[in-house]
């Protein structure tokens, strides 16, 4: 324990004189381009250092090894820390009548650079690789770590989208998207949202008819989210998801055996609830919890992921924001075995 709080208080620390040092960074944007007749060009990212501290295993430079946790060739068991800044953030946008052309990448990438999103949006067609038209930003518990809960769909996908906005309060939309796991193959989306003084709620479907690794897999889901303000600095978001044979586009990606078993499309539930509470003007504090649970699982296959984010989050300055988070997560098999993993994250993320 004293570990743990000696390497706690040695980040706050430098989180801590970062923070001084950049006090008075500018409050402009200066990479933002007034280019006339309603076209603009913005340069837009943040710099952000993690630190992390593995008690059980080594998750990764995310939590997203929690799914490999207890299994041969798996994360390694054992305590474990790691630096980096790979989530880093670099993007671009530019804006005219009806036009949005959009350009984001972080450091996630096989050889550095990683692209997010890339797309273009005209009259409300957008085209290119965006967040999947199944999932919902908004719904999303805030964490430090990158990965996020267990329980949400979460997948960034080639596609073409329509967008209709009826009245400010309804959107519907609709999508073809490159399946995300075979992109030989397209899925398919609509959505609808609906909008209102102190929150929102989306109702989102999906259904695939593809092949993964020579198995056919013919699946369908349905996802139901919404946020509230509940009372003052207060926001509850939740999101549950049903259906069969889309375990792989929720958090985590589980695939193989997770799909299809015994030649039936394995059947899945899956929530997350977020409630997130403003204490004061510069400090945040969030509790996410997250559930992913298969209809079955034999052996060693996963039955069931569950995390929990306990997160606080501190401006500093208008551009300057520091980090904490608790992580505990659990792996159960489908032969009633669970693994837990227990992680410690800080992070100094600066806004340009």
């Known amino acids: 324990m004293q570990h743990r709080q000696k390497l706690l208080g040695t980040t706050l620390a430098l989180a801590t004189a ?5 006090a008075h960074a500018e409050d ?9 007749a309603g076209n603009n060009l913005t340069f837009y990212g943040y710099i952000k250092g993690t630190y992390i501290k593995d008690y059980d295993f080594d998750l990764g ?28 953030r670099i993007g671009l946008t530019y804006t005219a009548p009806d036009l949005l052309i959009k350009l984001e990448g972080d450091f996630f990438g096989a050889d550095g650079l990683r692209t997010r999103l890339a797309y273009v949006d005209f009259f409300g067609v957008r085209v290119g690789q965006d967040w999947s038209n199944f999932m919902s930003l908004e719904n999303l518990g805030p964490t430090v770590d990158f990965q996020g809960p267990a329980g949400v769909p979460f997948a960034r996908l080639l596609q073409a989208r329509y967008t209709y906005a ?4 309804w959107t519907f939309s609709a999508s073809v998207e490159e399946d995300v796991g075979n992109n030989d193959d397209p899925h398919f ?3 609808a949202r ?16 593809t092949t993964i690794g020579g198995t056919p897999v013919e699946g369908w889901g349905l996802s139901l989210g919404a946020t509230y303000d509940v009372w003052q600095g207060g926001t ?10 889309i375990s792989d586009i929720l958090a985590f990606g589980l695939s193989g055996n997770a799909l299809v078993s015994g030649g039936k499309t394995v059947g899945v539930n ?5 409630l997130k509470q403003q204490i004061s003007e510069k400090l945040t504090v969030a509790a996410t919890l997250g559930m992913t649970d298969l209809d079955t699982a034999a052996g060693t296959d996963t039955k069931k992921l569950t995390t929990v984010h306990l997160s606080a989050y501190y401006n500093a300055t208008k551009n300057l924001q520091l980090g904490l988070e608790y992580f505990t997560g659990t792996r159960k098999q489908g032969n009633g075995t669970s693994f837990d993993a227990d992680r410690v994250t800080a992070a100094v993320k600066y806004t340009f």
């Open 166 to 169: 009826p009245t400010p309060d």
């Open 189 to 191: 989306t609509l959505a």
């Open 61 to 88: 430079d995310t939590t997203k090894g929690l799914a490999t946790i207890g299994l041969p060739g798996g994360s390694p068991a054992g305590e474990h820390e790691r630096t980096h800044l790979k989530e880093t």
């Open 236 to 245: 509850l978001a939740g999101i549950y998801t049903t259906g069969e044979g």
């Open 194 to 209: 609906r909008g209102f003084d102190g929150g929102m709620v989306r109702l989102a479907g999906l259904y695939r008819d």
């Open 270 to 274: 899956a929530v997350s609830v977020s």
């Open 18 to 22: 970062f923070c001084t040092q950049a």
């Open 28 to 36: 402009n944007n200066p990479l933002s381009f007034d280019l006339g």
